[in-house]
């Protein structure tokens, strides 16, 4: 059964602080691994999605990485700002199967001080 | 386009009233999917669809009904709601046979059963 590991739980950092989270799934047998942004009592932003045949995308100041062999992706935020508080969901698709959904970490809650 | 809406935004009810959220996707999507989000649980799936006038079940369905009934449309119920059904609800859709199968979500639905 595929686990999605996100550590840690929570991060607080100085604003200007580049930062890495971290996201570890069992089994590498993926389709494809999203990042994705929830701010409180909103709904999910998809930031990044990296392809099982990728190694890693990049939008702005975020780049995402992806290791299937060991089982481990990480988000970069690169400069950080006050407004990238929130949390950081990491999610995996099965690949083959017909529903294609996804598996959920529990989130990363990141609050970047001023 | 509006993407994955969902209605009704917030609702509370008493043990035992049914209700029915609503999500519809104006992408052409072939998979549609209801989670649920609980803190410290992450988001579980609880029913999917690979097309119109399919649906089955996910992680964790006992309690649900969904219906497909046309393309863009895919409804959730609950016949007899209880306490434990208190969460938020997210729909999301995707393309079934499109690269890079991404997944769009709705802003959600707060759910409180007394």
């Known amino acids: 059964k595929q686990e999605v590991t996100q550590i840690p739980a929570a991060l607080s950092v100085p604003e200007g602080e580049n930062l890495v989270l971290n996201c570890s799934f069992t089994d590498s047998a993926i389709y494809n691994l999203q990042w994705f942004r929830q701010d409180p009592g909103k709904g999910l932003t998809s930031l990044l999605l990296i392809q099982s045949s990728q190694r890693e995308q990049t939008s702005g100041r975020l780049n995402a990485s992806l290791d299937k062999s060991s089982g481990r992706s990480t988000l970069y935020i690169a400069a950080s700002q006050p407004g990238d508080s929130a949390t950081y969901l990491c999610?995996?698709?099965?690949?083959?199967?017909?529903?294609?959904?996804?598996?959920f970490g529990k989130g990363t809650k990141l609050s970047v001080k001023p | 386009n509006a993407g994955v809406t969902q209605t009704p935004k917030f609702r509370v009810l008493k043990t035992g009233q049914s209700m029915t959220l609503l999500c519809a996707q104006d992408m052409n999507h072939e998979y549609m999917y209801w989670y649920r989000q609980d803190p410290g649980m992450g988001l579980r799936l609880i029913h999917y669809s690979v097309g119109e006038g399919t649906t089955a079940k996910g992680e964790v369905p006992d309690g649900y009904n969904v219906s497909r009934l046309k393309k863009q449309n895919f409804l959730l119920g609950l016949e007899s709601a209880a306490p434990s059904q208190t969460s938020v609800y997210f729909c999301?859709?995707?393309?079934?046979?499109?690269?890079?199968?991404?997944?769009?979500f709705g802003p959600g639905t707060r759910l409180t059963v007394t």
């Open positions: 999610a995996v698709r099965r690949y083959g199967g017909s529903q294609g959904n996804l598996i």
């Open positions: 999301a859709s995707s393309y079934r046979d499109r690269d890079p199968h991404e997944q769009y």
